[in-house]
């Protein structure tokens, strides 16, 4: 079977050594920048949603960019990148990182 394995991290220096840690072992995906939902209801500049835009003047948010790791993995892998995402960064052990895997019913195009 193959995945879509997706890590998501806060840390940039994590961040950085994870890409570098997947490299050296083959594993190929894309990186995203990322913001949480409330980053970007605390950064929003309109006024059309009052529930929120009132938050930005009461709260001083600054934030660096989350990091999404997008691959598609072949199940015989899986376990090799979750070792890989554990031992690079403990975001996932502090509960401020996330990594999870959805099984695809197909892969067509780009090489795995």
Known sequence: MTYKFQVILRRNEDAYALFSALRRNNIKGIVLPAQSLK???????????????GLRHVVEYSHDM???????????????????????????????????AIPLAFV????K
Do not use: H, W
């Open 66 to 100: 989350n990091y999404l790791v997008d691959c598609i993995i072949d199940e015989s892998r899986l376990e090799e990148v979750k070792n890989i995402v554990r031992s690079v960064t403990n975001e996932i052990n502090q509960k401020v990182g996330i990594m999870y």
């Open 39 to 53: 980053s970007a209801l605390l950064d929003n500049r309109e006024e059309s949603v009052p529930a929120f835009t």
């Open 108 to 111: 067509e195009g780009l090489e």
